[in-house]
């Protein structure tokens, strides 16, 4: 498959609200990284969408454009219109994704994304006065592995 069409596959699988279809894409051994979660691996990443979808009860909108490839690697921007359901509050989250390929599928998945923005939105407040440290960083990533964490051990 085109690297381009693996990568609407996965955001229209993602927009649909396929789990499975979007773990499809994903290499055996790929690594997921972003600003909220860290680095992930496979199990962790495929989890991680399907527990993301299911928190959202429908309340999620995702877009896509700006999909670009190469033979190793590509790049997407995407848009993630959500309520973040420990606050309830609206989140428009602008992503720069980077993907490299392997055996047609992704190897490896990073996200971009201006962290002080979403956590102002995400967290209110907090995220305002705190959302620029790095200890507000570290604080969400350990939120969100453990979250992701109890979400696997429920769902193994």
């Not at 496979?42 to 991680?48: I, L, P, R, Y």
Request: overall charge positive.
């Amino acid at each position: 498959m085109e690297n381009s069409l693996l990568i609407q596959k996965f955001y229209t699988a993602f927009a649909n609200s396929n789990g499975e279809e979007m773990a499809s894409c994903y290499h055996k051994d790929v690594i997921f990284e972003d600003p909220a979660f860290g680095k992930l691996n496979q199990k962790e990443v495929t989890s991680m969408w399907k527990m993301l979808l299911e928190r959202s009860k429908g309340n999620l909108k995702i877009e896509f454009y700006d999909v670009v490839t190469n033979g190793k690697s590509g790049s997407a921007r995407w848009i993630a219109t959500y309520i973040f359901s420990q606050t309830n509050r609206k989140v428009v989250n602008i992503i720069d994704a980077k993907f490299e390929f392997k055996d047609g599928l992704i190897i490896k998945h990073t996200d971009h994304f201006d962290f002080f923005k979403w956590t102002k939105q995400a967290l209110g407040l907090k995220g305002y006065l705190l959302g620029w440290t790095n200890f507000m960083q570290k604080k969400v990533q350990q939120n969100a592995k453990k979250s992701l964490q109890s979400y696997i051990h429920k769902h193994a």
